[in-house]
């Protein structure tokens, strides 16, 4: 084979990413269809709803965590192997057009509970490939220094997705039922198909190998093609020790190279242990303990809406922040000093004497999990070898996607045991501990994102 090195772009060439139209390609694709995923959960909600039961509607939109979480790790595989872009058009396109079958099903007749159970086990099974390729994608369409900015970017892309995906699944809902609220779903996922055909993809960079576990070899030949067809997928690069195995290596030997290099990683590891405690910690409070406190306090829907619109707000401004500076000094500190304060606002949620004060706190909240979650997000981006990134977002997906949903049918019956006030506390206390991880991890601690 004859050799073929492109150098990778050196980051001082790099445009800023909220200036990069490369980038503003991928974060319009990226919206766009977090916009259609949010539409979609509301019309499968209410299409349920209306099929049946309260308990059966439950069902089908719990249905579709159970193929996440178990083929989420293969799904990150197929991401390292395949390319992070090819898997998230293809996810795209086929989550599109099911959800335009059921949409035109739905127009034409009422088959009932089973088709949307069928469509919610199909885009459980789809997500598990998709989540992992979305968390591998930001590496490869712009420079290190950029990670920082990107998950900026992306937590604005979410917050603006959350904020105007329900309005648009009612919108289609009182124009034409379940069936136009599906068929908007599937036209926004739709957008995002051609904007990512559109993103060129940067070659695998050569210099972020570190922290590699000892059993993997460095002493390897450099005389492997690197890059491949314009605007297409990188090939195997002069460093990238599990891209040329994934030409020979089955996706088993893959998966257990990945988790071989995730558990001899000094930073990863300590790292995807934080981010899970303070998944766990937090998804129970802030889903089912909040309507319930609100409950109890008197506050209403309107009030939980209230304390939301705060928590929102201080995540917004989070995202923001990073995506205007672009960087932060001492990220593995900051990390854990937001997480540690956040984890302390959780739990004097419970205890806010009134409404205002609630929504103050839920604002501190939001401020400090949306800070902590983009430093982590930028430190797994930049600290894995891109190769590997697939692979260490599934790990990641499986946490926050698998098992953090447990918490909440837990979080409902302790408080029913003890109140609000000590669940939050015990919440609290276990996202607390993820920022002791941090603390206790030396080279987590000391980590710096590169500027």
């Known amino acids: ?63 579709s ?29 086929v989550r599109c057009a099911a959800v335009l079958t059921v949409a035109a099903l739905l127009f034409a007749a009422s088959p009932g509970l089973w088709l949307l159970a069928l469509l919610a086990v199909l885009f459980g099974t789809v997500d598990a490939v998709f989540m992992p390729a979305v968390g591998a994608l930001p590496a490869r369409v712009t420079g290190r220094d950029q990670l920082t900015r990107v998950q900026g970017m992306r937590g604005l892309a979410i917050r603006f997705a959350n904020v105007v995906g329900a309005p648009l699944g ?37 210099d972020v190998r570190t922290d590699l576990p000892t059993d993997v070899p460095t002493d390897l030949p450099t005389d492997v093609e690197v890059g491949g067809e314009a605007g297409g997928e990188a090939g195997p690069h002069p460093m990238g020790a599990a891209q040329d195995t994934a030409c020979r290596a089955t996706p088993w030997q893959d998966l257990r190279d990945g988790l071989r290099y995730l558990r ?8 995807l242990v934080a981010i899970a405690l303070g998944d ?49 000094p001492h ?44 430093l982590c997000g930028a430190l797994l981006q930049t600290q894995a070898d891109p190769a590997y990134l697939g692979r260490v977002s599934s790990v990641a997906g499986i946490v926050s996607l698998g098992f953090a949903p447990l918490s909440m049918p837990l979080s409902a019956a302790a408080i029913g045991w003890w109140g609000t006030g000590p669940v939050f506390v015990t ?15 030396g080279p987590l601690r000391r980590a710096q994102l590169p500027r």
């Open 280 to 328: 766990l910690g937090f998804v129970g409070p802030l889903n089912v303990g909040l309507t319930l406190l609100a409950e109890q306090r008197g506050w209403g829907a309107s009030g939980m809406g209230w304390v939301l619109s705060g928590f929102g707000a201080g995540a917004g401004v989070a995202a923001l922040l990073l995506t205007v500076r672009g960087w932060l």
């Open 427 to 441: 919440s609290a206390t276990v996202c607390g501990l993820g920022g002791v991880v941090v603390l206790c991890s």
């Open 264 to 271: 001899g990683h000094r930073v990863l590891a300590p790292l």
């Open 65 to 93: 965590a159970v193929p996440r979480a178990l083929l989420m790790l293969g799904g990150g595989v197929v991401a390292d192997r395949f390319g992070p872009r090819r898997v998230v058009i293809g996810s795209d396109a």
């Open 170 to 206: 009612g919108l289609g809902v009182a124009l034409g039922g379940a069936a136009a609220a599906f068929g908007l779903a599937g036209l926004l996922i739709a957008v995002s198909v051609p904007l990512l055909v559109s993103v060129r993809m940067r070659d695998l960079p050569t």
């Open 331 to 374: 990220a593995g500190r900051v990390a854990a000093a937001s997480i540690l304060a956040g984890s302390v606002a959780i739990g004097a949620l419970a205890y806010a004497p009134s409404l205002v004060a609630a929504v103050g706190t839920a604002l501190l909240v939001g401020l400090l999990a949306g800070l902590s979650g983009a």
């Open 1 to 63: 084979m004859t050799a073929t090195l492109i150098p990778p772009v050196h980051a001082a060439a790099d445009k800023p990413a909220h200036r990069d139209s490369n980038v503003l390609r991928w974060l319009g694709a990226y919206t766009a269809s977090m916009v259609g995923d949010n539409v979609y959960y509301l019309a499968l909600s209410w299409a349920a709803v209306q099929a049946g039961t309260p308990s059966q509607a439950g069902l089908v939109m719990a249905v």
